[in-house]
């Protein structure tokens, strides 16, 4: 399957192209003359829609982390384009990159490791729009701080409040602030329900769901475990050994990989 | 943590639900006798066979753990020595407790390691070091550790949770054999309701530090009582679930968060979050009550 481009739903062009991504880590041992390569992705390509998401299935050390990392370009891929609204990220100057990283946010499984423990809840929404200068005055900035804190339903209160002062729940909706408040069109989510509670990786999914509604949100969803891939998914690919092996629908790959546990 | 009581009998697995901070894994160092400083047991017993262990001196606790009584945690790298091999790290805890003959120790080490199906036959599992292990590897040497002085009492919190799904898989079938064939007790820790079918017994759910329903699995499953518990099974996410066909779906969820045990409320600490909640729920604690032969509730509804 792989090389072969398959399609998150249809419409007009796709949001997110991949073709043909191929990532080789190098590393050399101690006391080895020889350089050894591993392939972590190989020959990776998949279409992406807004408004759509893609659950991109896989075991540890199938590759999948490698893959997110590589579309916000904290890998450096050998071969392949990571098309964005049909330009290559790849191949893009500083200036235009700086651009469709404003678009492009990533979410951790861990948000307690991602979030500076010295900032409060107010600086951390406010460093994105800081670093991007996306607003021209301080008002416009508090407005839509305020805005973004109702839509993660956090109350006012949070503003003053450091991460060591929130629970797992609260610090996932502070990183998924911090990702919408520059209105992006794409969140790559790695294994960013991971880590929660059943009752409150229920409330944080619902969010998801409702701000992709509203904003036509194109979400990858990268993660190793299916529970959720009928509620949130419309595509799922399955990733081993750095190769795209399936690629269907959320019923047709769950029916495959649910083994009856009992 | 607040007047837990329970009882676990020989060859009974009882499983422990609860979600961060409910107090479960609290309840198993408190049962290892291994609490942080600054946390005590200011009342109440642990009998375990024929003695109290709070009334146990830790030279003698020292003897129980990893002896009769083992613990398994949920992340295995930290309970394993990096620089020894897999194997020896068996064997150790054999030599430790029961053989003083280190070849013997060393044999019998081989013979857990096949135990957890991590075949010995090219000795290459023994001769490992844990770098060199997957994470679902490294669980099975950390429950081959357990076994190694057949305790009667397996603790294991969260054995699955750092592991993936299908290797999570492996390792409960890995349990559910050992409960087979060795009459050994074992308390089971989770967040997740579905690890427990097939496995558990018996089912105790916390919340806010107390057990507030403790019945066979059957009834917790089929009829929870509390209404924490029926919200929780609730959220489990539907496997039928399709976005293509229902795009409007959305989980079910407990409005509120879980409550934080250093600042619990007054009453019931799920009133806050209960949609059946009375007036009495916010100043009066319920106490347990049977309702039915083993299985007990806390809450007004059933008369706590």
């Given at each position: 399957m792989a090389g072969e481009a398959h399609r998150v739903g249809a419409g007009v062009g796709p949001l997110l192209s991949v073709r043909g991504l191929t990532l080789e880590y190098a590393q050399r041992r101690v006391f080895a003359t020889e350089r050894t390569e591993t392939l972590a992705l190989r020959d990776i390509s998949f279409d992406l829609e807004s408004g759509k998401t893609l659950l991109l299935f896989g075991t540890s050390g199938s590759g999948k982390s490698s893959l997110a990392r590589c579309l916000v370009l904290l890998e450096r891929p050998r071969e392949g384009q990571i098309l964005y609204k049909g330009e290559d990220l790849l191949s893009l100057g500083r200036k235009a990159l700086k651009s469709a990283r404003r678009e492009i946010h990533l979410i951790f499984q861990d948000s307690g490791l991602s979030l500076n423990p010295r900032f409060t809840v107010e600086e951390l929404i406010a460093e994105p729009l800081v670093i991007h200068k996306a607003l021209e005055s301080q008002r416009e900035i508090d407005k839509r701080i305020r805005t973004v804190l109702n839509q993660v339903e956090l109350g006012q209160g949070f503003l003053e409040r450091r991460p060591s002062e929130l629970s797992g729940g609260q610090r996932q909706r502070v990183a998924i602030a911090r990702a919408i408040v520059l209105r992006p069109t794409l969140l790559i989510l790695d294994e960013a329900l991971s880590a929660l509670d059943l009752s409150t990786e229920g409330q944080i999914a619902n969010l998801l769901l409702d701000l992709q509604e509203q904003y036509s949100l194109a979400y990858l969803y990268v993660t190793h475990d299916l529970r959720l891939a009928g509620v949130m998914a419309h595509e799922v690919a399955e990733i081993r050994d750095g190769r795209i092996v399936r690629q269907d629908m959320p019923t047709i790959v769950l029916t495959a990989n649910l083994q009856p546990v009992s | 943590m607040n007047g837990a009581s329970f009882g676990l009998a020989r060859g009974e697995v009882l499983g422990v639900l609860g979600e961060s901070g409910s107090g479960k894994s609290t309840l198993a160092k408190a049962l290892m006798r291994l609490l942080p400083k600054g946390a005590q047991i200011s009342k109440g017993v642990i009998q375990f066979e024929d003695q109290n262990l709070l009334a146990l001196t830790e030279g003698e606790m020292d003897r129980i753990r990893g002896g009769q009584l083992s613990f398994i945690s949920q992340d295995p790298g930290p309970s394993l020595s990096p620089v020894m091999r897999a194997g020896d790290q068996i064997a150790e805890v054999i030599h430790a407790h029961r053989d003083s003959d280190w070849d013997r120790c060393r044999a019998e080490a081989s013979s857990l390691l096949d135990r957890v199906h991590l075949s010995s036959r090219s000795r290459r599992m023994y001769k490992a070091y844990p770098h060199q292990l997957s994470g679902g590897q490294q669980q099975r040497v950390v429950i081959a550790q357990a076994l190694a002085c057949k305790p009667s009492l397996i603790i294991a919190d969260e054995p699955t949770a750092s592991l993936d799904s299908s290797t999570a898989g492996e390792i409960l079938e890995l349990f559910r054999e050992l409960k087979q064939e060795r009459r050994m007790s074992l308390l089971l820790i989770t967040h997740d309701p579905t690890i427990l079918r097939g496995l558990a017994d018996r089912v105790a759910v916390m919340y806010g530090g107390r057990i507030v329903e403790i019945a066979p699995l059957s009834q917790v499953y089929n009829r929870p009582r509390h209404p924490y518990v029926r919200a929780l099974l609730d959220?489990?996410?539907?496997?039928?679930?399709?976005r293509t066909t229902a795009p409007h779906t959305r989980l079910r969820t407990i409005a509120g968060s879980s409550p934080d045990p250093g600042r619990l409320a007054e009453g019931c600490s799920f009133s806050p979050r209960c949609p059946e909640r009375v007036e009495t729920c916010e100043t009066r604690s319920p106490v347990s009550v049977e309702v039915e032969r083993e299985s007990c509730v806390e809450c007004f509804l059933y008369g706590g």
């Open positions: - | 959220c489990v996410p539907a496997p039928t679930a399709n």
